[in-house]
């Protein structure tokens, strides 16, 4: 009796106890519940402050390429550009955009390559103020010249290196500081940019020598530049205009001022696969000043005049599920001096054809080779080969 009362006693108290250690579980999970509940607070609270949280706005991304040239058995190697682009979205309207880049390997005083800030601008929809479509850039931002000045990953175009005639008429790659609005007409598939920014600094003429880059540069005349493009002619095909307008590049140098307008129109048909088609035409027209005024070189060079065309066919094709391969021909003409000049200026027309092969290892990063021909007026051609590589992501 005695040992069945003590096991009656144990049961008791175990029941007791587990009753007990079952309520302090219970307010166990009720405390964890409360704070995770307060955790996620606080994180909701942080998140609409903006306090934190800020590297799931941000992206990281870039390109880069190396070329090997060869022209009549002189040959040179470049890693040619090593670019970072760094994106933050600030809210549903605000975003930045930056691209940094390092020209020719290593920079400094002395060598040869250049460290440059070539975008740095905030994008604005003004969705808010009852204009969709609308888009505004403040800041450093590249012109819209052409087909390459903005878009010039290397898997996105044919060749080691970019065309010609677009580095000499959009001055590629061309940036600016100002504000530039674009306006997306979906119903019509037309898109409209305009731009007010900073402008070339040339009363030579060279329009690509007259790029100041925005460091510290003198802005006493705004410019002006814009594009018109249209995509519903035929799927993927652009149509492209381009305009430019500067004032007065003189810009604070000593000389008379010099007036320049930029004319351009493009068509651009790249698919991923098949066919594909590039050209370009473009032109400027100086107002230079009478030959030999004030020592100004600009008309005497024929600069007053500047025009250039390319044409490039392409097919592309697949050769596993991952790669893929493409062949283009494309030729070139142009001329910076092909105004006025005296009697002992020639002319500066310049003729190129270029037949190349592009190997896609991804859709993101290529190894190419093209074979060209170059003739200038007046002189013997030049052959050469080239070969490069490249990515972006």
Same mark, same amino acid.
């Given at each position: 009796?005695?040992?069945?009362?003590?096991?009656?006693?144990?049961?008791?108290?175990?029941?007791?106890?587990?009753?007990?250690?079952?309520?302090?579980?219970?307010?166990?999970?009720?405390?964890?519940?409360?704070l995770q509940d307060r955790i996620d607070d606080l994180e909701d609270?942080?998140?609409?402050?903006?306090?934190?949280?800020?590297?799931?706005?941000?992206?990281?991304?870039?390109?880069?390429?190396?070329?090997?040239?060869?022209?009549?058995?002189?040959?040179?190697?470049?890693?040619?550009?090593?670019?970072?682009?760094?994106?933050h979205q600030f809210n549903d309207s605000v975003s930045m955009a930056?691209?940094?880049?390092?020209?020719?390997?290593?920079?400094?005083?002395?060598?040869?390559?250049?460290?440059?800030?070539?975008?740095?601008?905030?994008?604005?929809?003004?969705?808010?103020?009852?204009?969709?479509?609308?888009?505004?850039?403040?800041?450093?931002?590249?012109?819209?010249?052409?087909?390459? @000045? $903005?878009?010039?990953?290397? =898997?996105?175009?044919? +060749?080691?290196?970019?065309? %010609?005639?677009?580095?000499?008429?959009? &001055?590629?790659?061309?940036?600016?500081?100002?504000?530039?609005?674009?306006?997306?007409?979906?119903?019509?598939?037309?898109?409209?940019?305009?731009?007010?920014?900073?402008?070339?600094?040339?009363?030579?003429?060279?329009?690509?020598?007259?790029?100041?880059?925005?460091?510290?540069?003198?802005?006493?005349?705004?410019?002006?530049?814009?594009?018109?493009?249209?995509?519903?002619?035929?799927?993927?095909?652009?149509?492209?205009?381009?305009?430019?307008?500067?004032?007065?590049? @003189? $810009?604070?140098?000593?000389? =008379?001022?010099?007036? +320049?307008?930029?004319?351009? %129109?493009?068509?651009?048909?790249?698919? &991923?696969?098949?066919?594909?088609?590039?050209?370009?035409?473009?032109?400027?027209?100086?107002?230079?000043?009478?030959?030999?005024?004030?020592?100004?070189?600009?008309?005497?060079?024929?600069?007053?005049?500047?025009?250039?065309w390319y044409a490039e066919g392409s097919y592309r094709w697949d050769?596993?599920?991952?790669?893929?391969?493409?062949?283009?021909?494309?030729?070139?003409?142009?001329?910076?001096?092909?105004?006025?000049?005296?009697?002992?200026?020639?002319?500066?027309?310049?003729?190129?054809?270029?037949?190349?092969?592009?190997?896609?290892?991804?859709?993101?990063? %290529?190894?190419?080779?093209?074979?060209?021909?170059?003739?200038?007026?007046?002189?013997?051609?030049?052959?050469?080969?080239?070969?490069?590589?490249?990515?972006?992501?």
């Amino acid at each position: 009796m005695d040992k069945f009362f003590k096991m009656f006693v144990f049961l008791i108290a175990s029941l007791f106890a587990f009753n007990s250690m079952a309520d302090d579980m219970s307010d166990l999970q009720d405390a964890m519940k409360d704070l995770q509940d307060r955790i996620d607070d606080l994180e909701d609270s942080a998140e609409a402050s903006g306090t934190a949280g800020w590297w799931t706005k941000t992206a990281v991304g870039g390109y880069g390429e190396l070329h090997y040239n060869n022209n009549n058995g002189s040959g040179s190697i470049d890693f040619h550009r090593y670019v970072l682009f760094i994106n933050h979205q600030f809210n549903d309207s605000v975003s930045m955009a930056s691209e940094f880049e390092l020209e020719h390997s290593i920079a400094g005083e002395g060598k040869v390559g250049e460290v440059e800030l070539e975008q740095a601008y905030l994008d604005h929809n003004w969705g808010e103020y009852g204009l969709p479509n609308t888009n505004m850039k403040y800041g450093l931002f590249l012109i819209p010249c052409g087909i390459t @000045n $903005e878009i010039h990953e290397p =898997p996105t175009f044919y +060749g080691v290196e970019r065309n %010609v005639v677009e580095k000499e008429i959009c &001055s590629n790659t061309r940036w600016e500081g100002g504000f530039q609005a674009t306006h997306v007409i979906p119903d019509m598939d037309l898109t409209i940019i305009a731009g007010v920014h900073s402008s070339l600094t040339s009363t030579q003429g060279d329009i690509r020598a007259g790029r100041d880059k925005v460091g510290s540069a003198t802005m006493n005349k705004e410019a002006y530049s814009g594009a018109v493009r249209y995509t519903g002619a035929y799927p993927g095909l652009e149509l492209g205009f381009s305009w430019d307008y500067e004032p007065d590049m @003189n $810009e604070g140098q000593s000389g =008379p001022q010099v007036t +320049g307008k930029m004319y351009a %129109v493009h068509a651009n048909y790249m698919p &991923s696969r098949g066919f594909g088609t590039r050209a370009f035409y473009g032109q400027w027209d100086l107002d230079c000043p009478p030959v030999l005024t004030d020592a100004n070189q600009c008309a005497e060079n024929g600069r007053n005049h500047q025009w250039g065309w390319y044409a490039e066919g392409s097919y592309r094709w697949d050769v596993t599920e991952t790669q893929s391969l493409g062949v283009m021909f494309r030729r070139q003409e142009w001329d910076d001096k092909a105004g006025t000049k005296n009697a002992t200026t020639t002319k500066n027309n310049i003729t190129m054809s270029t037949f190349g092969v592009n190997w896609w290892l991804t859709d993101q990063a %290529v190894l190419k080779a093209d074979w060209e021909r170059k003739k200038t007026f007046g002189s013997t051609a030049v052959q050469g080969f080239n070969m490069g590589m490249g990515y972006n992501f």
